[in-house]
């Protein structure tokens, strides 16, 4: 059988102001190309902030390194006011409109949402080139760029995807492929973390946030013809530790709201994701020990290499030293629920997008990739170095 040319995918997963951390490894990797190198990573799957990269990475995929610089400049100088309103006004005015709509039923219906996110669509049209799309496509430096949002009427994980030829749409179960001209739009619903902000309309239904439900994150780079994955996860713990909760010491709290939220927003974004990387692993064990009549396809077990690169620091206490970067007005919106204390910067890490916090992911996503050199080198096909 006439081997399968390698088609890399990338996984870039959601998890709001963390998503700077994707940008870091990146960075490394349009570092360690060889010169004159193409676009690595001609399938790109984005969700939530993921998505956001995922579609600049993808609008300058003509020129990766060039498109890469783009993005890192974005993130170093992203504020909070560029993504919600942080001002007194902008913050009171919100909250008062979530309580006494969402929580007292007076006044008009309007989308359920704790900040005011309407600074992120102007954020958005700056920097999302459609045309580049269309571009990299052309030149075959693009085979396919999706988004995944989660609509709260349907209850299905839909990704939205643009690429070349004729790509089959899929259905399975809670899980939709649609073709589509990308828009900020899009981008606008995959990344309206749920509760915080508001839900975005697109044809006739609202979208939320795409790592809600999504319990396969890495399959629409499959069925997007990828036969080998790179994930950049945002996960807060580091990959691989595994700590036994018998063995460690507690405080005996109650948990703060922001505590609770905190893992609310991680089994959202992270959970998923680790257990699909954990299932394909599985597979590709699986594969391995087939005799050599029974082809893997035949029995939906075609192995596909994966490789992680996850964060190696816990990105909760990252976001606590920089908690003082925060606009004083959102410090004290988060301070009551507790987001502001160590204990509940699960929630601090997600909303924190402020120059600080965010070139610190970047650096750590830069370094973590650069350790991990040598198996970059293997699974993308040249030498690092």
């Not at 996984?11 to 676009?39: D, K, M, T, W």
């Not at 890469?68 to 006011?81: D, G, Y």
Request: hydrophobic residues 45%; charged residues 15%; proline residues 6%.
């Amino acid at each position: 059988m006439t081997p399968v040319a390698p088609v890399t995918g990338l996984i870039l997963s959601g998890g709001g102001a963390r998503a700077a951390y994707q940008v870091g490894v990146l960075a490394a990797i349009a570092e360690l190309l060889p010169e004159g190198a193409q676009n690595p990573f001609p399938v790109i799957v984005g969700t939530s902030a993921g998505a956001i990269n995922a579609v600049s990475l993808a609008s300058g995929a003509s020129d990766f390194k060039t498109s890469v610089e783009r993005l890192t400049a974005f993130w170093q100088a992203i504020r909070s006011r560029h993504v919600m309103r942080s001002d007194w006004s902008g913050v009171v005015r919100q909250a008062t409109r979530f309580i006494s709509h969402s929580l007292l039923g007076l006044g008009a219906k309007l989308p359920v949402a704790l900040v005011d996110s309407s600074p992120l669509r102007e954020l958005l049209q700056a920097q999302f080139q459609p045309c580049g799309i269309e571009q990299a496509i052309a030149g075959q430096q693009l085979r396919a760029v999706a988004v995944t949002a989660f609509g709260y009427e349907s209850g299905h994980a839909m990704t939205f995807y643009q690429g070349a030829g004729a790509i089959a749409a899929w259905l399975r179960h809670r899980r939709v492929g649609v073709p589509t001209r990308l828009s900020v739009e899009h981008l606008l619903a995959s990344s309206a973390i749920p509760l915080l902000f508001a839900p975005v309309k697109i044809g006739q239904e609202y979208f939320g946030d795409g790592a809600v439900r999504q319990s396969a994150p890495i399959s629409p780079a499959l069925h997007l013809g990828a036969n080998r994955v790179l994930v950049i996860g945002v996960s807060g713990n580091p990959r691989g530790l595994v700590q036994n909760p018998l063995e460690r010491s507690y405080t005996g709290q109650q948990p703060t709201l922001a505590q609770i939220g905190g893992h609310l927003l991680n089994s959202t974004f992270i959970d998923s994701l680790e257990s699909d990387i954990e299932l394909l692993e599985r597979l590709n064990g699986f594969s391995h020990l087939l005799p050599d009549d029974v082809p893997a396809h035949a029995l939906g077990a075609t192995p596909v290499d994966v490789l992680v690169i996850s964060p190696s620091q816990p990105i909760d206490e990252i976001a606590a030293r920089h908690r003082q970067e925060l606009p004083r007005a959102l410090r004290l919106f988060l301070r009551g629920p507790g987001a502001t204390k160590t204990s509940g910067a699960g929630v601090l890490s997600y909303l924190l997008f402020e120059a600080g916090y965010c070139s610190e992911l970047i650096e750590l996503g830069r370094q973590d990739a650069l350790a991990q050199r040598e198996a970059l080198g293997r699974f993308l096909g040249w030498a690092g170095s």
